[in-house]
């Protein structure tokens, strides 16, 4: 049967938080310095006030809607700096590219497991160099394609983790990947990881993460 989708086709919205007026006299932060990398906590208060609202600037899909405008089940989502939006369906196993205004450009990539191909997509992030990065845990690798949809290249990723918000780029072009470091053991925080890459798709290193910090979703098979 058809899935009606028009409604999941809301978790493409692009919102803007519009900041209350009433900031700046509770916030509290502490700064907390290890090693070479500066944490900084808000212990009280917000930047944001006591007062937010949303504000609808952009809607895919409306509904009943059909063909590349319908979701099913929105995994990944990525906004270049253009204002392109990629979006992951996990029901068409289907990576779609639109632009700025929401009108659909292309599909990118295939189910498969040839070159440019994935077998599922549980994040995405844009490169330095405005390439589209996908995580594919099934296959565990990282896939690389240009905004045209053309392939570039994929890298082995050491892990099958499933889990969102896994993949993290920074302005010099490294990519960062969560995984799991070792076998998950029952009644104990998982093994996890963050896992360097260059822009090529060179490892360079992997460091635990704090054990406070464990993932407790299904890393899948």
Do not use: K
């Not at 989708?5 to 006299?25: K, N, P």
């Not at 289907?94 to 599909?107: E, P, W």
């Amino acid at each position: 049967a058809r899935l009606r989708t028009a409604w999941i086709s809301v978790v493409v919205l692009i919102v803007t938080a519009c900041q209350s007026s009433e900031t700046g006299s509770s916030e509290r932060f502490v700064r907390e310095t290890r090693g070479d990398t500066t944490v900084i906590r808000t212990v009280a208060g917000s930047v944001w006030g006591d007062s937010v609202r949303l504000v609808e600037e952009l809607r895919i899909g409306r509904g009943e809607a059909e063909g590349p405008t319908a979701f099913g089940d929105i995994r990944a989502i990525a906004v270049d700096p253009g204002g392109e939006i990629y979006v992951y369906d996990g029901s068409s196993q289907q990576l779609r590219m639109f632009d700025s205004t929401g009108r659909y450009l292309r599909a990118i990539g295939r189910v498969g497991s040839g070159p440019g191909e994935y077998r599922d997509v549980t994040a995405l992030a844009i490169h330095q160099t405005g390439d589209l990065l996908a995580r594919d845990p099934a296959l565990q690798q990282i896939h690389r394609y240009m905004p045209t949809g053309t392939p570039v290249t994929s890298w082995r990723l050491p892990s099958g983790l499933y889990d969102a918000n896994s993949l993290m780029t920074d302005t010099a072009g490294i990519v960062y990947a969560t995984i799991l470091t070792g076998p998950i053991v029952p009644n104990a925080p998982w093994p996890m990881g963050t896992t360097r890459f260059d822009s090529s798709g060179r490892l360079l290193d992997t460091f635990p993460a704090p054990r406070s910090l464990g993932a407790t979703s299904d890393p899948g098979p």
